[in-house]
């Protein structure tokens, strides 16, 4: 219209491309894991983070060449759909969903590390897609389910250590990594059996350390033994 400024956009038939040179993305990846070997004491955790990064790291190294090591957004839509043939080395079927979210969800801690430490100059954690699916509903097994799961315990190699280890898991709600990072110390019973343990779990807001603590929160709080609950 006469006597108004015109502001006229234009369309790019050759638009930029966001890319990221990942000639060096593995060894990057590899300085992320190295970081968490000397900040935290748990290393089987970094062990885990090293497995899930190690499914992209092998995706990478398959098609970095093929697109002369850049990386675009939509590559990482592709991971995804390759991400989703991918089987287990241990059961032979395809990755679970939560597998598969955990690995973008190391993925996109690995890049925020790197841009916070100065490695790349932005934020890639934007371009990483969400794992296809969702986690799956979970339901909790009845008493005869457990009790075959402690007879079975009991043919064990070690069915005194494989029993208490299922009792603490079963009696106490304790996952896996807290029972085998459990130390007689941290046990104490009382002269009726009953007792409570001291739990180093995982990491909370409430508990930065995931120290042992008897203050409430599910990663650090004293949980009960009730009588005869390890036999």
Same mark, same amino acid.
Request: charged letters at 20%; hydrophobic letters at 35%; proline letters at 5%.
């Given at each position: 219209?006469?006597?108004?400024?015109?502001?006229?956009?234009?369309?790019?038939?050759?638009?930029?491309?966001?890319?990221?040179?990942?000639?060096?993305?593995?060894?990057?990846?590899?300085?992320?894991?190295?970081?968490?070997?000397?900040?935290?004491?748990?290393?089987?955790?970094?062990?885990?983070?090293?497995?899930?990064?190690?499914?992209?790291?092998?995706?990478?190294?398959?098609?970095? %060449?093929?697109?002369?090591? *850049? &990386? +675009?957004?939509?590559?990482?839509? !592709?991971?995804? /759909?390759?991400?989703?043939?991918?089987?287990?080395?241990?059961?032979?079927?395809?990755?679970?969903?939560?597998?598969?979210?955990?690995?973008?969800?190391?993925?996109?801690?690995?890049?925020?590390?790197?841009?916070?430490?100065?490695?790349?100059?932005?934020?890639?954690?934007?371009?990483?897609?969400?794992?296809?699916?969702?986690?799956?509903?979970?339901?909790?097994?009845?008493? %005869?389910?457990?009790?075959? *799961? &402690? +007879?079975?315990?009991?043919?064990? !190699?070690?069915? /005194?250590?494989?029993?208490?280890?299922?009792?603490?898991?079963?009696?106490?709600?304790?996952?896996?990594?807290?029972?085998?990072?459990?130390?007689?110390?941290?046990?104490?019973?009382?002269?009726?059996?009953?007792?409570?343990?001291?739990?180093?779990?995982?990491?909370?807001?409430?508990?930065?350390?995931?120290?042992?603590?008897?203050?409430?929160?599910?990663?650090?709080?004293?949980?009960?033994?009730?009588?005869?609950?390890?036999?």
């Amino acid at each position: 219209m006469p006597g108004y400024p015109v502001d006229v956009g234009t369309i790019s038939r050759a638009p930029t491309v966001p890319s990221l040179d990942g000639t060096h993305l593995t060894w990057l990846l590899d300085q992320y894991i190295t970081a968490c070997y000397a900040r935290l004491d748990r290393r089987h955790t970094v062990v885990g983070y090293e497995i899930r990064l190690r499914y992209f790291t092998r995706w990478w190294g398959e098609v970095g %060449p093929s697109c002369g090591w *850049l &990386l +675009h957004s939509h590559d990482l839509e !592709t991971f995804e /759909h390759w991400l989703r043939e991918v089987r287990s080395s241990h059961s032979g079927e395809r990755l679970a969903y939560n597998t598969r979210n955990d690995v973008f969800r190391r993925l996109s801690t690995a890049l925020r590390w790197a841009y916070d430490h100065g490695y790349v100059n932005r934020d890639y954690t934007s371009w990483l897609p969400k794992a296809d699916g969702a986690a799956p509903k979970r339901k909790a097994i009845g008493v %005869p389910a457990l009790e075959r *799961l &402690l +007879h079975a315990g009991a043919g064990s !190699t070690h069915p /005194h250590r494989d029993q208490a280890m299922l009792a603490m898991m079963m009696g106490m709600g304790l996952r896996r990594a807290e029972v085998r990072c459990l130390e007689v110390r941290c046990l104490v019973f009382s002269e009726d059996g009953s007792g409570y343990a001291n739990v180093v779990g995982k990491k909370t807001a409430a508990n930065p350390s995931g120290a042992n603590c008897r203050s409430s929160g599910r990663a650090t709080e004293a949980i009960a033994v009730q009588p005869g609950a390890v036999a």
